[in-house]
């Protein structure tokens, strides 16, 4: 992502909701793509970010990494760098999988 100045918090740096946001998304649907064909669905179940290093200017990379494909829960790893692919900030998320529920008859 491409930083501009609305992304970033009073002190000039980009804000770390931002950060969070990215890997929850990117989380999110990387787990909905791996549970869709069982007509499942994921949602962002807990989000743990931890900032190491300040980015300014230029672009936020993410890079995903599942840790665990379970029946309810995925959990992944993301690292957050700069444009000089040095680690910005690491979030571990747990995304819940939850699956449709037989309807009774009638309903």
Same mark, same amino acid.
């Given at each position: 992502?491409?930083?501009?100045?609305?992304?970033?918090?009073?002190?000039?740096?980009?804000?770390?909701?931002?950060?969070? &946001?990215?890997?929850?998304?990117?989380? &999110?649907?990387?787990?909905?793509?791996?549970?869709?064909?069982?007509? #499942?669905?994921?949602?962002?179940?807990?989000?743990?970010?931890?900032?190491?290093? !300040?980015?300014?200017?230029?672009?936020?990379?993410?890079?995903?990494?599942?840790?665990? %494909?379970? %029946?309810?829960?995925?959990?992944?790893?993301?690292?957050?760098?700069?444009?000089?692919? %040095?680690?910005? #900030?690491?979030?571990?998320?747990?995304?819940?999988?939850?699956? !449709?529920?037989?309807? !009774?008859?009638?309903?």
């Amino acid at each position: 992502m491409t930083v501009e100045e609305h992304h970033k918090q009073s002190f000039g740096l980009v804000h770390g909701g931002l950060y969070a &946001s990215m890997a929850e998304s990117l989380t &999110s649907l990387g787990t909905y793509f791996g549970v869709a064909d069982e007509g #499942a669905i994921a949602m962002g179940q807990s989000n743990s970010t931890s900032f190491l290093r !300040p980015i300014t200017e230029g672009h936020v990379h993410a890079t995903c990494r599942a840790r665990h %494909r379970g %029946r309810t829960t995925w959990l992944w790893d993301v690292d957050i760098t700069d444009d000089q692919e %040095r680690l910005c #900030a690491v979030v571990r998320m747990t995304i819940a999988v939850r699956h !449709p529920r037989d309807r !009774p008859s009638g309903a």
